[in-house]
Each structure stands twice: as C-alpha cells, then as structure tokens.
C-alpha cells in the first residue's frame, strides 16, 4: 500500500510535565523536549519505526524547516512538503501529572491563495502515486473549512482512501467529503455532536449518527477506556492495560493512528488492526516523544490487549 500523510499545519512541540498548573503564577516545568511534529508528521514516525514506506507532504515554514528536514531524513521517510515563507509554529504542551495534557497552540503562517492552488494542484495527480492518504490536524490561516473539504472531496474522487483525522470546524466540513476513515477522540465526537457522551452506549449511538455520513470507519478513542471501531462488520472495543507510568499523552491519538494505517497496509483483520493501534497507543503515553522506542514493550502491551465484539452486523 503506497502511504502519504498530510500535515497542512505542522509546528515544533515544545513538550513539558509538571505536577499541577497553577494559573497566574510561576510554574517551574520539566522540559522533555522540543519536536518537529504535526499530526500527519507523527503519523508518519511512528510508521516510519514500523518499517513503513511513505511521503509526508504538506505546509512548511523555509526560514525554519531544518529540523524538520533532517528529521525526515532520519525517519526515512519522503519529504514532499510544499515550502511558504515564514516559520512554522511552535505548540506547547505541558502534561500535567494529576491532569489532561493542555494544548498552548500558536497560530502559525498563513496560506496565501496562490500557494493554497498550487498545492492542491499538485495533490490532483496523487492517485497514481498513493492508495491511503492520512489527512491529520488543524487548518492553517489562509484556508477555509469550505476549501479543505472541497479539496478533500477532489481526493476522494481520485479514488484514494482519506484517512481524517481532525477536530472542530475542520472536522465538521471534512466529513461532507466522504473520508474512508475518521478517528475523532471522545471529547472530538461531543463537540461534533452537540452533546456530552457519558457512557459506551451513548458513544456508539454518536459514531453511528456519524457513519451514516458515508464513512466505512469509525473509531472513537476514549483515553483509558480504550477505543470502539465501528464499520459494516459491526462495534469492536478495544481495552488495553492501563499504564501505571504516563509520561505524556502527546502524540497517543496520532500513534493509534498510524497502528490502524499499519494494520491496513499488513492486510490484517478487525481485531487484530485494532488490537495493534491499541497497542502503539498506550505505548506512547510511556514516553516523552513520539515514536516506536521500544518493539519488545510494545509486544508486550499488544499481548494484553482486551477485545470484545459489542455488536454484529
């Protein structure tokens, strides 16, 4: 399977913990580290360290792109972003050891309508170089919810498989496109659609409301409950053992992510797809970066992975 991921608007993560945030006074954090990423970037790491073959395209800054080529580099992976002038972004994110990780995220360079064009210009002639193209993150300034779902649209016409993975008015718009796969957390799903989800059933009635829209998957991931796949065969839940260790959840919801393309590109079943992504999950909230560290752990997590079948079609 030929694999791109799309990161229209990439940044640096600058990732930090503390124990509590105290709003309004100095917090003294623990820096773990500052990263080319993106969603779609991420994506691409983690299938990169799996042994995937892929491109990663979309926007990117020329007066700071270094890190992110070199990272390129050395992920093996095929750099085919489209270079505008000015910096890419920087993101903070501070986990916060009794809490949720919260996002501090910078706006970043704005697309004109001369670089929007020539980009998706380009992108027409994608179906005779990629089968599964992962769409992932926000929408940079310059590009509205009307294009992005329009372009999306364009793709699916090519007869790609759009992997969508994105929130709020992105989100809204991108599933009037007709993506293969959506993959919204809980939080994504209830803003969606207009209400709280407070239990697993409720959750599968808001995913089947948004299947409907023609999506043939939908996976909802829920944090520490696990995730449910929704498609024609019917709901599979996902469990894996709650890590005892959390680092930080950046990058969790892009890793599984990258699991599922994984198992898709393998030929794999349901259950096994979701056992996998599952799996890359958990893995990476024991960590402060984005990526496969450790295949051994990784094993070993898969191997505790808890399914059940919720419902057949």
């Known amino acids: 399977m030929r694999i791109a991921t799309v990161t229209l608007n990439p940044a640096f993560d600058l990732v930090g913990r503390l124990a509590r945030i105290e709003i309004g006074e100095v917090n003294t954090v623990e820096t773990l580290g500052l990263y080319p990423a993106g969603k779609g970037i991420n ?14 395209t979309g926007f990117l800054g020329e007066e700071n792109q270094g890190d992110f080529v070199q990272a390129f580099a050395q992920n093996g992976v095929d750099d085919k972003f ?54 992932c993150g926000s929408l940079p300034r310059g590009v509205t919810p009307e294009q992005f779902a329009a372009w ?114 393998q030929g794999w079943s349901k259950e096994k797809t979701l056992s996998f992504a599952s799996a890359t999950s958990a893995l990476a909230v024991s960590q402060s970066n984005v990526g496969i560290s450790d295949k051994q752990a990784l094993e070993q997590i898969l191997a505790q992975v808890k399914l059940t079948n919720l419902l057949t079609f």
């Not at 790491?45 to 892929?54: I, N, S, T």
């Not at 023609?214 to 709901?235: A, D, F, P, T």
């Open 152 to 265: 999306l649209e364009s793709l699916h016409q090519q007869g790609l498989k759009v992997v969508l993975d994105s929130s709020n008015a992105a989100l809204t718009a991108g599933l009037t496109a007709h993506p293969w796969l959506v993959k919204p957390n809980r939080r994504e799903l209830e803003v969606w659609a207009g209400r709280s989800l407070h239990t697993i059933e409720e959750v599968i009635e808001a995913a089947e409301q948004l299947r409907s829209h023609g999506i043939e998957h939908v996976i909802i991931s829920m944090g520490e409950k696990g995730s449910v796949w929704l498609n024609g065969e019917g709901v599979l839940q996902a469990q894996p053992l709650r890590c005892e260790n959390v680092v930080s959840t950046v990058g969790a919801g892009d890793s599984m992510v990258a699991g599922l393309i994984y198992g898709f590109s």
């Open 43 to 56: 994506v691409a790491k983690v299938l990169a360290d799996l042994g995937a073959k892929l491109s990663v």
């Open 82 to 135: 489209y270079r505008i002038a000015g910096k890419t972004r920087i993101n903070v994110k501070i986990t916060e050891t009794e809490a949720d990780v919260t996002d501090l995220n910078f706006l970043g360079f704005e697309i004109s309508e001369q670089d929007w064009e020539a980009f998706t210009r380009q992108s027409q002639t994608w179906e005779s170089q990629y089968d599964l193209v992962a769409v």
